[in-house]
């Protein structure tokens, strides 16, 4: 395994690390999604690495355009305010259940319910160039814009 020294690219760190240090690798033709620092605006969103440019669907347009609804919607809706950082399963079920007086059923029916959104959510975004993706164990979801 070689070194890291203050010559490594970022590129030759991920690799180094065996694992993506930034979301295109230093490679600006890479894959790119929102991270800390990025900037929304309108349609693209900045790449905080690399500086590029990627498109992002309108998230109303794409809610009614793969008739994703309820809490699959919420879901979405949560991670997409998290701009490609992390959101922790309580901010979820804050979505999931925000009209709901009594904050919820009890965490075993919102871990099922949050499971069931994430799997038909998953399918609903198949083939849009958006997907959301668990980040770890107990470490939230993430929105992730492929090019």
């Known amino acids: 395994m070689a070194a890291l020294d203050a010559t490594t690219t970022a590129a030759e760190a991920s690799t180094v690390r065996g694992r993506v240090a930034c979301p295109c690798a230093g490679n600006p033709r890479g894959r790119s999604t929102p991270g800390k620092g990025s900037e929304v605006e309108g349609d693209t969103v900045t790449c905080p690495c690399c500086n590029q440019s990627v498109s992002a669907p309108a998230l109303g347009d794409l809610i009614a355009e793969r008739r994703i609804s309820g809490h699959a919607a919420a879901l ?8 490609g950082m992390p959101v ?3 901010v979820v079920f804050d979505a999931l259940y925000a009209d709901d007086p009594d904050g919820g059923p009890s965490p075993t029916v919102m871990y099922r319910a949050l499971r069931k959104a994430f799997d038909g959510l998953s399918a609903r ?3 849009t160039g958006v997907s959301v993706v ?3 164990y107990r470490q939230g979801f993430r929105l992730v814009l492929h090019p």
């Open 76 to 83: 979405l809706e949560a991670v997409w305010r998290g701009k």
């Open 88 to 90: 922790m399963s309580h």
């Open 125 to 127: 975004l198949k083939d």
């Open 134 to 136: 668990e980040v770890g």
